[in-house]
């Protein structure tokens, strides 16, 4: 194999596919990036057996071939060589590949392409189109309530299905870890009818998500019982799904919360900031007491003190204190895009319901703590 690539457009395709191989693994070949040169074309990939990333950049192929390369020590030759760089790569069969760029040059070790796994085998059963915008929002505003235990695996992920709502398919993506809970909708695209929900692993978020920042047009999403795929131009997501089902989330969103409190959003976050700072790190509960027009936000520590803040609010029900995790609500209010935020309540007991306004796309649950 012989070819002369741009450091940019390496470094580029790297960037994308490298981040998917583990630091540590005990399978040699998983530390590797597979690269295949043919057609006035370099093709990259790399996999850790459930996630998949290969990228196509335009090279120049002396001689057609692949191999596969240590793949952070890759990136990291390519990072720090200078802008503007040619990068040649020559391997002569003998397990080792040459690196020539301007006057540095290294000899890396290779492993036979033959060993590379392939984990993108099978049929989809369903395709559609996304603009970039509504995937990133898909995602963003759901990824902060994916659970962390995993014992309950079948949480560790964004659930995303299609479901009618008053007579329109709607696209969602639900995550929530039994504290608190995510759902956005939109409109479904075509080719959603029908489709399989389907559990999108956290790993496998968080690369989409790097993805999208630079994907041109519509990213074509496949996806089958237990395989997705993302296709953003030149770039190729493939992971399988977590294997589980995920819990009935509609019981726990509240329909007959009747205390309506409003507050300013960026005023309620930075409220609750100044006041959580005395918490401690295991409680991290914030009282709020509402009372007509007004909302006070307290936090006791038995060890530091405490501190108080009082806030306007448009509130007109009967006076209520309830207490809530500072972080999550911290959480969801960056989420929101409104300047206001709209909280639904019951009683300090009950599932908490919060929203930019009446009928958002996005839905928030929090459950209380007892303070």
């Known amino acids: 194999m012989k070819v002369t690539i741009e450091r940019a457009a390496l ?24 690269i295949d040169a043919r057609d006035g074309a370099l093709t990259l990939k790399a996999t850790d057996l459930d996630l998949e990333v290969t990228e196509k950049t335009v090279a120049e192929a002396g001689q057609a071939g692949a191999t596969t390369l240590p793949a952070h020590t890759l990136y990291d030759i390519v990072r720090k060589l200078p802008e503007g760089a040619q990068v040649s790569l020559d391997e002569s069969g003998d397990g080792q590949l040459t690196l020539r760029s301007g006057r540095s040059r290294f000899n890396l070790s290779t492993l036979p392409e033959s060993d590379f796994p392939d984990v993108t085998s099978g049929e989809f059963s369903h395709k559609f189109s996304l603009p970039p915008a509504d995937l990133k929002r898909l995602i963003e505003k759901t990824q902060f309530a994916i659970s962390n235990e995993e014992t309950r695996y079948y949480l560790n992920g964004i659930y995303i299905h299609a479901m009618e709502v008053d007579g329109q398919l709607m696209l969602r993506a639900v995550a929530t870890d039994g504290h608190r809970l995510a759902r956005l909708e939109l409109p479904a695209p075509e080719g959603c009818a029908g489709m399989p929900g389907v559990i999108l692993p956290r790993k496998a978020v968080q690369e989409v998500q790097k993805l999208i920042e630079d994907a041109q047009g519509d990213v074509l999403v496949e996806l089958s019982t237990n395989k997705m795929r993302f296709t953003f131009g030149d770039a190729l997501l493939t992971t399988k799904l977590i294997d589980g089902t995920f819990p009935d989330y509609a019981r726990v969103i509240p329909a007959n919360n009747d205390k309506r409190l409003t507050v300013e959003r960026d005023v309620f976050a930075k409220a609750v900031d100044r006041v959580s700072t005395i918490s401690s790190e295991r409680g991290r509960a914030v009282k709020l007491a509402l009372t007509s027009g007004k909302l006070v936000l307290s936090v006791t520590n038995p060890d530091q003190g405490s501190a108080v803040e009082e806030i306007e609010a448009d509130y007109d029900g009967e006076p209520l204190d309830v207490g809530f995790n500072a972080r999550y609500l ?19 007991g009950s599932p908490t319901l919060i929203q930019d306004r009446d009928g958002a796309s996005a839905l928030y649950v929090l459950m209380p703590m007892r303070v």
């Open 11 to 34: 470094l580029r395709a790297l960037g994308h596919v490298h981040r998917v191989v583990e630091r540590r693994t005990t399978i040699p070949i998983l530390a590797n990036v597979l």
């Open 330 to 348: 911290l959480d969801i209010t960056q989420q929101l895009d409104s300047d206001t935020a709209l909280f639904k309540l019951a009683d300090p």
